[in-house]
């Protein structure tokens, strides 16, 4: 059958996509979202699958345009720095930015719930067990399966938003017809999810204001703290080999590994061998993609564009600066889905797609290596206390990231530059790395002195 009306269609119910209906829908469009998978508000998530999500700046201005950041903040636990955990049991605290500033753990289950709650208040119409089969980018004819019986059905849209993740049909489609061209890179390394139940009392069981992480250099543990006083673990591990996944499949294994590894968090999880068997080992990849869009009909948003690897916390984000970067490329089109928005979102959204991925797979060695570095924590402090000092004109990468919507790959090249001024001036004024007892707000304004700061 044929429909006669020609929605806006958003493949994907996930977070992009229902935010992204939900900011459509308000302006009086007709949007239809189509979701292969069950109402996740009328089911049972299973764990192991998730990993927490660290809501930052990019993140929570797409929340703030769509109106639902006052339902979804009281979500969160904010993290305002992270607590690092030595195989001797000793702590560290790093602050992930200045005074006041946090990034907020959430579950993707709550955050989804509450877009799709926001779509279908705005007026989307929300259809489940419906895949995508095929998109005609030319047409805007999109067809559809009912998973339940099987029937196809034919939609002639107006446009088609593919939201629908890095094995996104909507893509696939695009990809076949010739419109662009994809790769995906699967790493090495897994992960698996556990839990840390709260105390008797509701309480935690570890610091509740801080993202843990227990480094260990080609491995490494992370906690996020969730609002209902547990934490949420994942194991970042090379799947294959001597010490990966395939090698500590039993319990008993796993159990010996973390005793090494992991002993204070192991402590904590009284059925750790339970846990351990139910829940899966997932795979690690990331995308890239030639262009995010075909013709004048179809783009795409999020993981199906540039799925990334968790570990900068910006694949949320990310996504959801897309749906913001659109709404304001409409504004600027009138309101109008034409070619010329479609390249222009390309344009602005694939150079900084590109940037966040290589960050992350950078920010993976430093989570579970430098961190535990002294000479690169004391490379830290100096870059803070230059931040204090000039907090416009030297900015750290992770706060450009994470607590500015300056654009991933502006961020990334003023990084650069800082890092090339930084090593210079520090050897102007002989400072070596290896003296971690120096004092960091002594030697900035020497620095500051001893060379301009790049423009």
Same mark, same amino acid.
């Given at each position: ?39 996740? =508000? ?77 779509? +279908? ?31 196809? +059905? ?20 695009? =990809?076949?017809?010739? /419109? ?31 993202? /843990? ?13 969730? *609002? ?77 564009? /540039? ?82 000092? +000039? ?14 919507? =300056? ?38 304004? =020497?620095?500051? +002195?001893?060379?301009?700061? *790049? /423009?």
């Amino acid at each position: 059958m044929l429909t006669e009306q020609r929605p806006v269609a958003i493949v994907g119910a996930g977070l992009a996509g229902s935010l992204l209906a939900a900011l459509l829908a308000k302006q009086g469009r007709q949007v239809l979202i189509v979701e292969r998978r069950r109402d996740l =508000r009328q089911v049972v998530v299973a764990a192991g699958r998730s990993i927490n999500l660290a809501l930052s700046t990019r993140g929570i201005t797409a929340l703030q345009l769509a109106g639902v950041d006052d339902l979804v903040l009281p979500l969160c636990v904010e993290m305002p720095g992270r607590l690092m955990h030595a195989p001797s049991g000793a702590l560290t605290y790093q602050p992930y930015g200045s005074a006041g500033q946090s990034i907020r753990s959430v579950s993707r289950r709550d955050l989804n719930a509450v877009l799709l709650d926001a779509a +279908e208040a705005a007026g989307a119409s929300l259809r489940f067990e419906t895949t995508c089969e095929d998109l005609d980018p030319d047409s805007g004819m999109l067809t559809l399966r009912d998973a339940a019986s099987g029937a196809l +059905e034919q939609v002639a849209c107006d446009f088609v938003v593919g939201a629908d993740g890095a094995n996104s049909a909507v893509r696939i489609a695009l =990809r076949g017809r010739g /419109h662009l061209t994809d790769v995906e890179t699967t790493l090495e390394h897994g992960y698996k999810e556990l839990n840390i139940t709260p105390n008797d009392d509701g309480s935690f069981r570890l610091e509740r204001a801080a993202l /843990h992480i227990w480094p260990r250099g080609d491995f490494m543990l992370i906690a996020l703290p969730n *609002p209902g006083g547990d934490f949420t673990l994942t194991l970042f591990l090379e799947v294959a080999g001597a010490r990966g996944f395939d090698a500590i499949a039993e319990p008993a294994a796993a159990r010996a590994f973390f005793e090494e590894h992991f002993a204070d968090a192991l402590a904590l999880m009284p059925d750790f061998d339970e846990q351990w068997a139910a829940r899966p080992v997932s795979r690690l990849s990331y995308l890239h993609t030639s262009t995010f869009h075909a013709g004048d009909r179809a783009l795409l948003v999020g993981d199906a564009a /540039h799925a990334v690897v968790p570990f900068y916390g910006q694949g949320m984000n990310a996504s959801f600066e897309d749906c913001t970067i659109l709404m304001q490329l409409l504004d600027a089109h009138e309101g109008a889905f034409s070619a010329d928005l479609c390249r222009d979102y390309t344009a602005a959204r694939k150079p900084n797609g590109d940037a966040i991925c290589a960050l992350a797979l950078g920010n993976f060695i430093e989570m579970r290596d430098k961190v535990a570095s002294p000479s690169f924590l004391f490379r830290k402090r100096i870059e803070a206390a230059l931040h204090a000092l +000039e907090p416009e004109r030297f900015i750290p990468l992770y706060t450009m990231v994470t607590f500015s919507n =300056r654009p991933y790959a502006e961020s990334q090249e003023r990084a650069r530059r800082q890092d090339g001024w930084l090593d210079e001036a520090l050897s102007r004024i002989g400072c070596s790395l290896e003296q971690t007892d120096q004092d960091p707000a002594a030697i900035a304004p =020497r620095l500051l +002195e001893s060379l301009p700061l *790049p /423009h």
